[in-house]
């Protein structure tokens, strides 16, 4: 997944796009998935954070949408995550997802949401320990209720 994302990122710079948010996030959800909680990993590809938050902050100052605003919160919970201060960064986090979901309640949209968080929270989690495996437990279980608010808990 890396690869082909790394890849795809690729193409779009060769070709001049300037809106690499896809392949960019992708290519760091699959990091952080791979990498995140490792003592000996701690930080994002910064030349791809990079490229990804330009991309976002384009977006977001000629035509936000949900895309843009959830690629903030999920670039910043990649960074919380790489530096092992997810717990420190849940408060932000929280208030980030809480007001997108005021204003954008599709399940649809949240479920893309909760399946990237479904990749790269749970391995977090596996290697951290203490507040650290608790704030990705229950930052997931936050994503979840916009994506299946029908479902009991």
Not at 24 to 39: E, F
Not at 46 to 59: H, P, Y
Not at 92 to 111: F, G, N, P, S
Not at 115 to 139: F, I, K, Q
Request: net charge neutral; aromatic share 8%.
């Amino acid at each position: 997944m890396k690869a082909a994302y790394e890849d795809a990122q690729d193409v779009g710079e060769k070709s001049g796009a300037s809106d690499l948010y896809y392949p960019a996030s992708n290519r760091l959800a699959a990091d952080v998935a791979l990498h995140a909680g490792k003592r000996r990993w701690r930080s994002l590809d910064r030349e791809t954070a990079g490229t990804l938050r330009k991309s976002l902050q384009e977006k977001s100052t000629t035509e936000p949408d949900f895309w843009s605003v959830v690629g903030e919160a999920e670039l910043d919970q990649y960074e919380a995550l790489a530096g092992r201060k997810l717990a420190a960064a849940r408060k932000q986090l929280d208030k980030a997802y809480e007001d997108l979901h005021k204003r954008v309640t599709a399940t649809r949209m949240w479920a893309s949401v909760y399946d990237t968080a479904c990749l790269v929270l749970p391995n977090y989690a596996s290697r951290a320990a203490g507040r650290e495996r608790a704030a990705a437990n229950e930052l997931l279980a936050q994503l979840r209720t916009f994506a299946h608010p029908q479902e009991d808990r």
